[in-house]
């Protein structure tokens, strides 16, 4: 049986109780983690709260699933704004390449993880709004989040740093490997995200990053004959 209709004031105060724990725990993994910290084992096992906390108010009304929904995808996209793309931007402008790339990678990084966990919190919206009303899946709307907010803004600066690492490494100098995969899988994972099926992501990924790539070997090999 669907979820009665709430009046719109019940609705909203049901939100409001149910949204503002859940986004201050949201804000506490971050801050955590941008701490450099490893988030601990309490803060997982209470999954299955939040979970029953979901559940118990979208099924009072289907609106309140699509609010929290809603809701969610502004507050990683608000986020990413204030405290990535902002300081992205400001390491592009002033040319500090190598700081914008390892920026960038550990901001990826904290990403998957808080992704990871809003997944788990948030998996009944998966298994009942995302079907039911044709949403992205909650992995999917992070990525366009990241990849609306951060990608789109640094994708010509990471790459040029990618090229830059690369070569360094051909050279024989000792370079950070699991950066450079990081990095790498940004293009593979998130520029691809808006894409419609295997083909277009396929030509997304060529278009931002293999054709410069290729084209950056050629490069370095010309010049070495």
Known sequence: MAPKKLSRDKLKDIFEETWTPLHQSLNEVLAVLRDGKTPSGNIFRNKMAWYSLIYDAATKDQNLAQMLYQKLGEWIKADLEQNVTKQARDLAQRGESEQLFRFISKSFSDFKLISRYAQLVFRY???YLTQRQNHDKLDKMF????????????????MNVIIRIVNSGREGNRIDRAALAAAVDIFNSVG???????????????????KHYMKALEDSYYLKT
Do not use: G, M, P
């Not at 990525?143 to 990471?158: I, R």
């Open 192 to 210: 691809t995200s808006s894409a419609a099926n295997n083909e277009d992501a396929e030509k997304k990924y060529h278009a931002d990053f293999e």
């Open 125 to 127: 919206l998966d298994q």
């Open 143 to 158: 990525l366009k989040s990241f990849n609306d907010a951060v990608y789109e803004n640094v994708k010509k600066e990471l």
